[in-house]
């Protein structure tokens, strides 16, 4: 029987262009970025390399998950819906404070001279775990005022705005 020859796949590289904000943030986290780190310059060569560093040590879809988690603790958190349960599971995915502030911070001025593919752009928030808002039903019952002065109202369920996309597509 002839041995099978498994041909060894060379790590993609995925360049900065190629990665939204919060992924880019994602990935400078994950690289030999200093965590003291401050830009050197207004366009620092070292950003792009940590990123496609850190994108490539996590892997593209790995990175593109937890950014999406980075988002959507994000958007509760400025809302102040967070669980114990979900900040101890960002925790544990980043355990330094400092390190995601100074990150984010840096992925955020990277966009001044690394543009985003429009592809990049489109990354969904996503709650690690139970919504805090509609307990994962995806919608909420509501009394919709329609017209003060008649007092007429509609009610039913609409989509979550916490845990479903803008459009209300599950």
């Not at 990665?19 to 070292?46: C, F, I």
């Not at 593209?60 to 980075?70: F, I, P, V």
């Amino acid at each position: 029987m002839p041995a099978t020859l498994v041909a060894m796949q060379a790590p993609t590289t995925v360049l900065a262009e190629e990665l939204s904000n919060v992924e880019r943030a994602v990935a400078l986290y994950a690289s030999d970025m200093p965590t003291g780190y401050g830009l050197q310059g207004p366009a620092d060569p070292n950003v792009a390399d940590w990123i496609a560093q850190g994108a490539a040590r996590l892997g593209r879809e790995e990175t593109r998950r937890r950014a999406s988690y980075l988002a959507g603790h994000r958007k509760l958190w400025l809302r102040d819906m967070t669980t114990p349960e979900i900040d101890r599971r960002h925790k544990v995915r980043f355990p330094s404070k400092r390190r995601l502030r100074i990150a984010e911070s840096v992925a955020s001025t990277s966009l001044f001279w690394i543009r985003v593919t429009p592809a990049a752009r489109a990354l969904p928030a996503e709650i690690d775990g139970p919504c805090p808002k509609c307990d994962d039903a995806g919608k909420l019952w509501v009394n919709q005022v329609i017209d003060d002065t008649s007092g007429w109202y509609e009610e039913g369920y609409v989509p979550c705005w916490v845990c479903q996309p803008e459009d209300g597509a599950a």
